[in-house]
């Protein structure tokens, strides 16, 4: 059965198949109304003040959710459209490992890659990411930050 994440509130769901009661539109979370939850192959708890975002198969930010902009300082039309690593100014690899264009070629997760992050205001934060491709057709990326 898959599991199934709310990028915006959190909140952990599974479904069997993958569909919104019986029309054909896919699953939007039920606590917090977002319009789609991010499919996971294992069950995942995030940290309590993670923040997530959703990017396209190319990296590119279309949601951020709750605990970005505390994290950051960066709202969600600051970041829509922006590739991940320089919208978030994510920094602390080199850059052959770019942990989110090794998630998203290689269809492999990324967990507790040890990440700098420069907030709004300049300064920089220690953070750890975490980094899930998606196995649907449109394929994508859901990235967790929480502060180390």
């Known amino acids: 059965m898959p599991f199934f994440i709310c990028p915006n509130c959190k909140e952990r769901s599974v479904d069997h198949d993958r569909r919104e009661e ?3 539109v896919p699953v939007a979370c039920h ?15 995030p940290a309590p003040n993670a923040g997530m975002v959703v990017c396209d198969s190319a990296g590119r930010i279309l949601a ?3 605990g970005i902009f505390e ?9 829509l459209g922006r590739d991940v690593v320089e919208g978030l100014a994510l920094d602390g690899f080199e ?4 942990p989110a264009r090794l ?7 990324r ?3 040890p990440l700098e992050l420069q907030t709004r205001a300049g300064v920089k934060k220690p953070v750890k990411g975490d980094f ?3 196995y649907d057709e449109d394929g994508g990326l859901l990235v967790a930050l929480a502060p180390r």
């Open 31 to 45: 606590h917090c109304g977002f319009g789609f939850l991010f499919e996971l192959m294992d069950d995942y708890y």
């Open 103 to 109: 998630a998203l070629e290689w269809g492999v997760r």
């Open 111 to 113: 967990l507790g890659e």
């Open 22 to 24: 019986l029309d054909d």
């Open 64 to 66: 951020a959710g709750r």
């Open 132 to 134: 899930f491709p998606a």
């Open 95 to 98: 850059p052959e490992r770019n």
């Open 71 to 79: 994290l950051t300082g960066y709202s969600e039309a600051d970041l």
